[in-house]
């Protein structure tokens, strides 16, 4: 899609979404081209591993290998902290909020 094209975004996530439907709030949460999948178990994981890669490979959807992580237990994720304990948000954006400069004026 050329640049400078206001719905890119928004086709190229509606393009994953349909490519990742069966998946999605199963194993699979998808926000344009971050792929999130989750699994309870290892031996799941490696299953959903698999679908999710031979997913992008029948579409022609490339990851760059140097942006992907694997095997993590803890991820950041739109601005939250996902790990087996839990979803919390991003410590980071919370001091970045707390940090803001208290208005001086009404308007």
Known sequence: ??????NAPAAFMD??????????DQFV????????IYSKREEEHAQHLEIVLQTLR???LYAK??????????VT??????SG???????TKIQAIV?????????
């Open 1 to 6: 899609m050329p640049f400078g094209l206001t």
């Open 15 to 24: 393009l994953m979404n349909r490519v990742f439907r069966p998946f999605l």
């Open 29 to 36: 949460v998808v926000f344009i081209d971050d792929i999130l």
């Open 58 to 60: 029948k579409h022609k």
């Open 65 to 74: 290998l140097k942006k992907c992580d694997f095997w993590l237990n803890k």
């Open 77 to 82: 994720f739109l601005g939250h902290i996902i």
């Open 85 to 91: 304990e839990g979803i919390s948000p991003d410590p």
């Open 99 to 107: 940090d803001w400069k208290r208005p001086t004026t009404v308007t």
